[in-house]
Nanobody, 126 residues
Framework: QLRLVESGGGLVQPGGSLTLSCAIS????????ISWFRQAPGKEREGVSC???????HHADSVKGRFTISRDNAKNAVLLQMNTLTPEDTGVYYC????????????????????WGRGTQVTVSS
């Protein structure tokens, strides 16, 4: 059974950094697209970053240049390195997985994903 568990969230000051981890069990990264989403209080969930089976990445414009997504194949995990954080980055961050035939497919459309973690809270505040 596929299971995703997020960790690494917390409270950070504006301008600071955090690294989130999505630990995946039940499947290997080789066959799945993994993406990060976030939901701020009172707002809809939005896609943040994705990584394809072959390691290609895509980021939302709001985080481009500040966030990096990567895979740790040894740990069967996906990391989200977040730099230069602002209060607008506050929210619950979720990772999600979807199986893909295409090695280069990568998406941050949440309707494409059937497997989700429970989320980790990120709060950016002074």
């Amino acid at each position: 059974q596929l299971r995703l568990v997020e960790s690494g969230g917390g409270l950070v000051q504006p301008g600071g950094s955090l690294t989130l981890s999505c630990a995946i069990s039940g499947v290997t990264l080789d066959n799945n697209v993994i993406s990060w989403f976030r939901q701020a209080p009172g707002k809809e969930r939005e896609g943040v970053s994705c990584i394809s089976r072959d390691g290609g990445t895509h980021h939302a414009d709001s985080v481009k240049g500040r966030f990096t997504i990567s895979r740790d194949n040894a740990k069967n995990a996906v990391l989200l390195q977040m730099n230069t954080l602002t209060p607008e980055d506050t929210g619950v961050y979720y990772c999600a997985a979807t199986w893909s035939v295409s090695a280069s497919y990568c998406t941050i459309e949440d309707r494409r994903f059937g497997y989700w973690g429970r989320g980790t809270q990120v709060t950016v505040s002074s």
